[in-house]
């Protein structure tokens, strides 16, 4: 166990986008064998989008983002009353709600998404955020895991956050420009070789809107393609790892 935080810690230190903290977490998590993760961070306000870094199925979660579910799921509404880590799912009665948000759990169990410990964020720096840790049936091991190492899960998850918001909240300087966190996401994944259509299905919008992004980065950065545009992501992150 000691060996495995002390790699996830190190990984954290290094992570630099999107990318490599959802590695980083999907890393620790398969070590432990707790399946999939989502991180989920609220937004300062309605009209903004919540950051999701999570190993659920893309369809489910650009189905989520797209449906403002972080509004009514009810794991999300359990987060925001307690600080404390609780398991949800199957046979379980820690969450109860409406109708709709019964859909919504009903839409999730679908996709293989049914049990979940999930690990409420209350650091005092802005909106809350949860990571929850899911898997798809009632596992003993998985329950006797979560339960006996909810602490552990619980700095874990505090460590993600505070990494997250501090070097990807605010957007980043690439070359000296300024770039919106939003520009800088579909920057990240272009550089990861996606599409951007397959950009869109990661961050719930529509590959249009991923080429709007792509464009607006292109013309702050004064480059003509989105190849150049990399290029100088590339070096700026490895200017900041040195």
């Known amino acids: 166990m000691h060996r495995i935080f002390q790699d996830f810690i190190d990984s954290l230190a290094s992570a630099h986008d999107l990318a490599s903290f959802s590695e ?10 707790l399946s999939c993760f989502a991180y989920l961070a609220l937004p300062g306000g309605l009209e903004r989008k919540p950051r999701l870094i999570s190993t659920y199925p893309g369809e489910w979660t650009s189905h989520y983002l797209r449906s403002r579910y972080e509004l009514i799921d009810p794991v999300i509404t359990r ?6 880590p609780f398991q949800w799912g199957i046979g379980m009665s820690s969450i109860r709600g409406s109708s709709v948000q019964q859909q919504l759990l009903d839409e999730a169990a679908q996709f293989g998404i049914r049990l979940g410990f999930t690990v409420p964020i209350h650091d005092g720096h802005g909106p809350i955020a949860a990571l929850t840790f899911a898997t798809y049936q009632r596992n003993p091991i998985f329950e006797n895991f979560v339960k006996s190492q909810a602490r552990v899960l619980q700095l874990m998850a505090m460590y993600f956050h505070a990494h997250v918001r501090r070097k990807l909240a605010n957007g980043r300087d690439v070359d000296g420009i300024r770039l919106s966190p ?6 990240e994944w272009a550089s990861r070789g996606k599409s951007a259509w397959e950009i869109g299905c990661i961050l719930g919008i529509s590959r249009n809107t991923v080429a709007y992004y792509l464009q607006n980065t292109k013309e702050k950065l004064g480059v003509r393609t989105v190849v150049q545009a990399v290029t100088l992501l590339a070096a700026a992150n490895k200017g900041k790892q040195n």
């Open 182 to 187: 939003r520009e800088l996401e579909c920057l």
């Open 79 to 84: 987060a925001l009353q307690t600080a404390e």
């Open 24 to 33: 980083a977490m999907a890393a620790a998590s398969s070590a432990l064998e």
